[in-house]
């Protein structure tokens, strides 16, 4: 016995380096493989299972208690298109043989499958187009998602499935949206149609831009419709679509009364400004305020600030590392403790873990993958200063703690538009 215990001993010892080297290498996982694990882990059960065509087989759905009339094949769309337009930027990066490289060539050859599996009528993944409003509202999604990886996500598509998606685009318009933020899912399709040289509906795309102008209340803040509520709209909608409804005009060369590339600048100049809005949002602990409706969308409140950092555009007082460090803190708060997920890999209703109770009548678990586009910084390479400088205390840290931080001061336009005929 005594023997034994003398190799088990000798045996720990021999063995310790190598538990200490396992351990030490867990313990130093960057920012950029967190963030891509959390992704790929959003990613991977909704992809696999759609690239089959078995996606409305096997995903555990959930939904409001007090979840409206509609048909609840929509969240099958709000699943695949919201998720899409948050990953879609890291799919732009080119292939590589690295972890990250395999994870990122696998999603998009599942992605590139689903695609054209949900808008075949023969595939048990065709998604329901048209059998309700909501439709609008995630085709939308769609379209975002071509463009922000056009190369990537569009170009490659055979012929049959893109004329299928145009073809099921251009339907939608039977829907009438409601007199808000819904303006901006029409002219994200209609602009995304201009843009790969189909037939597309001028006044669609003009009115919304109009009605968006009409609604701006200043530093940054968009009402969502003729009365301004306080909730996070403007980041779950209104930035991200105006200025992609507006770049993807320019990209078409559209010649309209409106001149897109000056409503575009200033666009950017106020989501610049609310993007500083939403980083002093994060308290030291990484939480941020959880105010207004569909607050089960978790990470999309944060949207502006991500596409300002994919876009390279930061304003000049937020530094990568001290965004990045504010992103990755709010993630780990999220998504380290509590349970985000059901047992079926999907993620579940609720803000952080699962609270079915902060669901609206409209919220189902597809509508949460809304929370994917935090993700959209991981369209820099992992090369990018936004990955490799040094973190940064991001500004409640730096107020909270003594340190000195900037003012912060209204942002009025500068830019004047008017019609150019």
């Not at 808008?119 to 309700?132: F, I, K, R």
Request: proline fraction near 5%; glycine fraction near 6%.
């Amino acid at each position: 016995m005594k023997r034994l215990t003398t190799i088990v001993a000798a045996l720990l010892v021999l063995l310790a380096p190598a538990l200490g080297a396992k351990k030490a290498k867990k313990a130093v996982e960057t920012d950029r493989q967190y963030w891509c694990r959390q992704a790929y882990k959003m990613a991977q059960p909704v992809l696999e299972n759609m690239a089959k065509g078995e996606l409305q087989k096997n995903m555990q759905t959930e939904f409001s208690p007090s979840f409206d009339s509609r048909d609840k094949r929509v969240v099958y769309m709000e699943t695949f298109g919201r998720l899409m337009a948050g990953i879609a930027p890291w799919l732009t990066l080119p292939d590589d043989d690295t972890a990250e490289g395999q994870q990122r060539r696998q999603l998009r050859e599942w992605a590139l499958a689903s695609y054209k599996n949900s808008v075949d009528p023969q595939s048990g993944d065709y998604l329901c187009w048209g059998v309700a409003g909501q439709n609008l509202v995630d085709a939308a999604y769609i379209a975002e998602s071509f463009l922000r990886a056009y190369d990537q996500l569009w170009v490659p598509l055979d012929e049959v499935t893109k004329q299928r998606y145009i073809k099921e685009f251009q339907k939608l318009r039977s829907i009438d949206p409601p007199y808000t933020n819904w303006f901006l899912f029409s002219s994200t399709i209609e602009s995304f149609l201009a843009k790969a040289g189909a037939q597309y509906d001028e006044f669609r795309v003009n009115t919304a831009c109009r009605k968006v102008e009409e609604w701006y209340i200043g530093d940054g803040w968009y009402a969502d419709g003729p009365v301004f509520a306080f909730d996070y709209y403007t980041s779950y909608v209104f930035h991200a679509m105006y200025l992609e409804t507006l770049q993807a005009m320019v990209d078409a060369k559209a010649n309209t009364r409106i001149d897109y590339k000056k409503y575009h600048d200033r666009a950017l100049k106020r989501a610049q400004k609310f993007s500083i809005i939403l980083e002093r949002f994060i308290s030291p602990e990484g939480t941020f305020p959880v105010i207004g409706r569909s607050t089960p969308y978790r990470l999309a409140a944060m949207q502006p600030l991500a596409l300002m950092a994919w876009y390279q555009k930061l304003p000049k007082d937020l530094g990568n590392g001290q965004v990045r460090a504010a992103l990755t803190k709010v993630m780990h708060r999220m998504f380290d403790i509590q349970q985000n997920y059901n047992e079926g890999g999907y993620l579940t209703i609720g803000f952080c873990g699962s609270q079915p109770e902060t669901a609206d009548w409209y919220t189902n678990n597809g509508s949460l993958y809304m929370t994917s586009l935090a993700f959209m910084p991981l369209g820099l390479p992992a090369d990018h200063d936004f990955w490799t400088c040094p973190a940064e205390p991001w500004t409640q840290v730096k107020a909270w703690g003594g340190q000195a931080f900037p003012k912060d001061h209204r942002w009025a336009d500068d830019i004047q538009t008017k019609d150019k005929w």
